[in-house]
């Protein structure tokens, strides 16, 4: 009668025993299952490490179907699965916003070349007009030096005419003054001869 009831009271502990692993196994794949969830519900996350994810996945559903004495293996290898999906999605993610950084400095460098481009442009268009405007302010001036040695020339000609023109006239005043002396010594002279002979006549 004993043995019987010692049976019975094994078979209870055994079934016990039996649900509270069967929980405990329920409890570790709900939890690496939980952190899988986790890891997908994190948008900043979204789309990494997809292939280690898969493993997780996988390893989580032979802890659920190993028996009794690989469970505890199974268990440790899921867990390793989670933990190295869960890395390497923080790694992928370090990556790609090394990336990002990347092309935000890259974009900056450009922008920056593009404006020191933009800067040295508008610098050698203003010296290309400066020096354009000094050209011109030089051809001006060389052209007014050139008109006032034609205006100094052609005055220094008119006064060259006017006084060859002046110096003909009093050539030509001289001339006449000389030869109306002339005329006049040789009135005087023929006068005198005429003279002469009246006063010898005269005498008694």
Known sequence: ?????LMIAFAALLAVAGTARAADDDADVARLNQR??????????????????????????????????DRANALYVADRRVETAEIAARIEQGR???DRLERERSEMLVEASRREAERARREAEHLRIQTQIHAE??????????????????????????AGAQAAKLRAARKRQAELARREAELMSAGGNVDKPESKSSKP
């Open 36 to 69: 899988l969830q986790q890891l997908d519900d994190n948008l900043s996350l979204a789309g990494m490490a997809s292939y280690e994810r898969l493993q997780a996945r996988q390893a989580i559903e032979r802890v659920a179907t190993a028996r009794s004495r």
């Open 137 to 162: 302010e030089a051809e001006h001036l060389r052209l007014a030096a050139e008109q006032e040695a034609a205006a100094r020339q052609q005055a220094e000609g008119v006064l060259n005419d006017v």
């Open 1 to 5: 009668m004993i043995r019987p009831l």
């Open 96 to 98: 790609r916003e090394v």
